[in-house]
């Protein structure tokens, strides 16, 4: 039996609010990987927030090629792991990108507390939006297994 999602299914999964683990080739080194939240519209790019001067902030740039997994952590377990090139990096806005993306993950009020938190980390003018585009994608969903 296949547990494999359809399209509809590893789209809507990576649309909702998990925790992603990033892996960007290090030279020398084996990949860099960090947890991250990341936002997604299925059929678009995924998209997180970081710093230029973080180690994987330095590490990425436009064609470099990474992947994220993203995973139900309780039984029946699943997964989608993407492949793809960094589209594009631009700067990151507070409002429009920290405080929305904060939200998502801490609800509305937390999201806006961390948000003005990290306004002074913002005002240094180092935070970023970088986009994944997506080209291949590993599935499974074991709650398929009947």
Do not use: C, H
């Amino acid at each position: 039996m296949a547990f494999n999602m359809t399209t509809a299914e590893r789209e809507a999964f990576l649309a909702g609010p998990w925790i992603g683990v990033l892996s960007i080739p290090e030279a020398d080194k084996g990949p860099l990987s960090s947890p991250v939240w990341y936002d997604y519209v299925p059929g678009g790019d995924i998209w997180f927030l970081t710093q230029s001067t973080a180690r994987k902030g330095q590490l990425l740039q436009p064609g470099v090629r990474v992947s994220m997994l993203v995973q139900e952590t309780s039984s029946p377990y699943s997964y989608v792991s993407v492949e793809g090139p960094v589209s594009d990096i631009t700067p990151s806005d507070l409002l429009a990108d920290l405080q929305p993306m904060a939200q998502r993950y801490l609800g509305e009020q937390a999201g806006k507390d961390y948000a003005a938190g990290s306004a002074e980390s913002y005002a240094r003018g180092n935070a970023i939006k970088v986009f994944i585009r997506p080209e291949r994608w590993l599935t499974v969903d074991y709650a398929k297994r009947g």
